[in-house]
């Protein structure tokens, strides 16, 4: 079993934080990996993007959003609890270099994963800016460790309750404007990423995005994670799971991604309707 | 009454099994298995031939005689004990070896009849001594101190476990999936292979000493050269072959097309054909279309059939006599109410505005001068194109080398097709102290093949820990 030592529920409790143990995962892995985790006998294989590791200390953090049974199921875990499966590093490293300045942009539990690439970027010397947003002020995430991870942090909200009114691409598109934009890194929903890199190509600004299709095994043997990238079908496990933004068929991704929505929520309500109490009677 | 003397040997016992109207709509096994008696009279017809043709046949070289003759005097666990000698994996083997292309086929009685049933034989010693057996184990070596790392937990990497461990070696298989089994739990369905008894065979080589670490992913939780740092003498990579292949035409990303690999997967490692009642969800065809003629394609038939399909077709660019699949299984298949759509390749896939699959264009096939693999190539009947529906493809058309451990380890030589270059007689690599068999030498093969590479390998890596490289 992978014990959880530390668990914080942030945004309002729909995002949860889970420090687990799982030491020889912890001594290898490297910004923009992921793992996969299940949490007991019977659970779905979730493959998520890393979002702290601490090789001394022998831990991961991941940071997820609950959206179905399985995250809910993931949720309910307490400190003590743990998963019984954990299966990682997979995929490949972020490639972080000096290149000059590097725009991160993050929405949603992607800032999560943005933030080792981030505080990577800025180690490699670079100047890094940051942009992070959410719906409202209640969802956003890791605002002080933006901060400190990057030289220049910019915060968006839809509805104006913090930071700049409007989308993160609005954000992005001034600071294109205002100066030398040399690389650009987004993680977030797809919608966001595709329009980041619709954007960024007009600049002509180098893009990497990370996407987290729907997978099985992670190791490259299920091709359940196929996404087309330049015309070309690779696999999110072993190919990726970042890629070159302006490559990327986000429609098809996106199409892809409700595959199973149908019955996750059938699956979901069920959930809800046996284990949380105060919908109980 | 010894058995030598039977000279005139009645038909070959049939296996009962489940009927097709019922089977084709549950999970559960489809033989239903030798009662005592039948095993007994079965074994009767065996002639005990001074020199076994059928034991030239078996990649591992069971003692086929041998065990036939203990399990015709009524000693059930001898015979067993006498498998487990030299297959630690009988209770699998008695049901998925190609047995009619191996040692049946190399039968005498086969020359005028119908050969031994030999599998089922062998399928019931294992249930038997399972189910009745005392559970003790077979003899074992003392302690050399060796350590040896079996990376992947399928039938050739279980075989050079319970091979070494036997003979005294420290071994711990590394899996990279939550369940040990390999193929034998990912892959082979719960009706042709139950789970619960790769488990016990599993839990049979762990009883006999081996350790099982799963989620381990060799070359990304930790790589050869760290084993070795850790310790160990010796490691056999046995990690199976498993990218999956597509067919590379258009619209092969719409959903409700899966390679088989990952249908499999869902249906077998997680269970989901229980979905709801477990959480990984599995899609549900209507109209399905199996891509390919393999066992892996049956598999992936069947499955859909027991799945709820209002019509499962299979999809072949070949004919008849070209399908790579067990005789047994294609007329398991044909029972069942599975399809066959012969000389006839896809094209394309259609789908609707949310990206789904919806139906594929095919063209006729004829045909033509025999291929490279010495089968008839087949060629396209021009303007012979025509549309089906359906709204799931499971595309089993083969795998390729899994990069992910190789492209760990630079040192390692492969071949031309991005398989482990290895030694065919030894398993060697070009790495000092690694040996590698299965799949991910040969490309995909059968359980029994692989388990074959792993005995050798076993007897070269014991070599090597007794008197060196």
Not at chain 1, 122 to 127: C, F, P, T, Y
């Amino acid at each position: 079993m992978f014990t959880i030592v530390r668990r914080e529920e942030m945004a309002e409790g729909t995002v949860i934080l889970n420090e687990i143990e799982a030491p020889l995962i912890a001594a290898k892995a490297q910004p923009g990996q992921f793992v996969i985790l299940k949490a007991n006998e019977d659970g779905e294989r979730i493959p998520l993007t890393m979002a702290e590791t601490d090789a001394e200390k022998g831990t991961i953090t991941i940071i997820y959003m609950v959206v179905g049974r399985s995250t809910a199921l993931f949720r309910d875990l307490k400190v003590g609890d743990g998963y019984q499966d954990v299966i990682g590093p997979l995929g490949k490293p972020t490639h972080v270099e000096k290149v000059g300045t590097v725009v991160c942009v993050g929405g949603g539990t992607g800032v999560a994963v943005l933030h080792p690439i981030t505080r990577a970027m800025k180690a490699a010397g670079n100047h890094v800016i940051c942009i992070i947003g959410a719906r409202t002020k209640e969802l956003l995430i890791l605002e002080e460790q933006m901060r400190a991870a990057s030289h220049d942090l910019r915060i968006c909200t839809d509805d104006g309750s913090y930071g700049r009114e409007g989308f993160v691409t609005e954000e992005l598109k001034d600071i294109l404007d205002g100066g030398q934009v040399d690389q650009v890194v987004a993680i977030g929903p797809v919608p966001m990423m595709k329009f980041v890199s619709k954007l960024t190509a007009e600049y002509a600004v180098p893009t990497l995005v990370s996407l987290n299709p729907i997978m099985v095994d992670g190791t490259g043997m299920c091709g359940g994670c196929r996404v087309s990238v330049g015309g070309e079908t690779r696999f999110a496990c072993v190919d990726g799971p970042e890629f070159d933004g302006h490559q990327v068929d986000y429609d098809e991704l996106m199409l892809r991604l409700q595959a199973y929505c149908e019955d996750e929520k059938a699956c979901y309500e069920d959930y809800c309707r046996l284990h949380d109490t105060s919908t109980a009677e | 009454m010894s058995v030598k003397k039977k000279s005139k040997a009645p038909g070959r016992t049939p296996m009962p099994e489940q009927d097709p109207e019922v089977r084709r709509r549950n999970f559960l096994e489809v033989p239903t298995g030798y009662t005592p008696e039948m095993a007994m009279q079965e074994a009767g017809r065996c002639l005990q031939c001074k020199k076994p043709a059928c034991v030239a046949g078996c990649p591992v070289s069971v003692d086929i005689p041998g065990f036939i003759n203990l399990l015709a005097e009524g000693d059930i666990t001898a015979a067993t004990r006498n498998l487990w000698s030299k297959n630690a994996l009988p209770a699998v083997c008695g049901r998925v070896c190609p047995q009619e292309i191996q040692c049946e086929e190399l039968c005498i009685l086969g020359k005028k009849g119908d050969p031994v049933a030999i599998g089922n034989l062998e399928r019931f010693c294992a249930d038997y001594e399972r189910e009745f057996g005392t559970g003790e184990l077979p003899p074992k070596a003392a302690d050399t101190g060796k350590r040896v790392a079996v990376v992947g937990s399928g039938p050739s990497s279980l075989t050079v476990a319970g091979d070494l461990v036997v003979k005294g070696h420290q071994v711990t298989i590394l899996e990279a999936f939550h369940k040990p089994g390999g193929v034998l739990v990912y892959g082979i369905p719960e009706f042709r292979l139950p789970k619960e008894i790769v488990a016990q065979e599993v839990n049979f080589i762990e009883r006999l000493g081996a350790k099982v670490a799963c989620n381990q992913v060799v070359g990304r939780t930790v790589s050869l050269d760290e084993l070795f740092e850790q310790g160990y003498d010796a490691i056999y990579l046995g990690v199976g072959a498993g990218l999956p292949r597509f067919l590379n035409i258009p619209g092969e990303n719409y959903t409700g097309i899966l390679s088989a690999n990952e249908y499999l997967t869902r249906a077998n490692l997680m269970k989901a054909y229980k979905f709801p009642e477990v959480d990984t969800p599995i899609p549900i065809g209507r109209d399905v279309v199996v891509l390919g003629a393999g066992n892996v394609a049956m598999d992936a038939a069947r499955t859909a059939m027991r799945l709820g399909a209002d019509r499962v077709r299979i999809v072949y660019r070949r004919s008849r006599e070209e399908m790579p699949a067990r005789l047994a299984e294609i007329h398991h298949a044909e029972e069942e109410g599975i399809e066959f759509h012969l000389l006839t390749a896809p094209t394309r896939y259609m789908g609707d505005a949310r990206g789904r699959l919806t139906g594929m264009t095919c063209q006729q096939m004829a045909l033509g001068e025999p291929d490279d693999s010495g089968r008839r190539r087949p060629v396209v009947i021009e303007g012979s194109e025509f549309d089906i529906d359906c709204d799931l493809a499971i595309v089993a058309v083969g795998s390729g080398a899994n990069p992910l451990l190789t492209a760990d380890t630079p040192k390692l030589r492969l071949n031309k097709w991005g398989y482990i270059d290895a030694d065919p007689e030894s398993g060697k690599t070009s790495m000092r102290g690694v040996w590698a068999g299965g799949d991910i030498v040969t490309g995909a093969a059968t359980v029994i093949l692989a388990m074959g590479a792993g005995r050798q390998a076993a007897d070269s890596i014991h070599n090597f820990l007794t008197w060196g490289w």
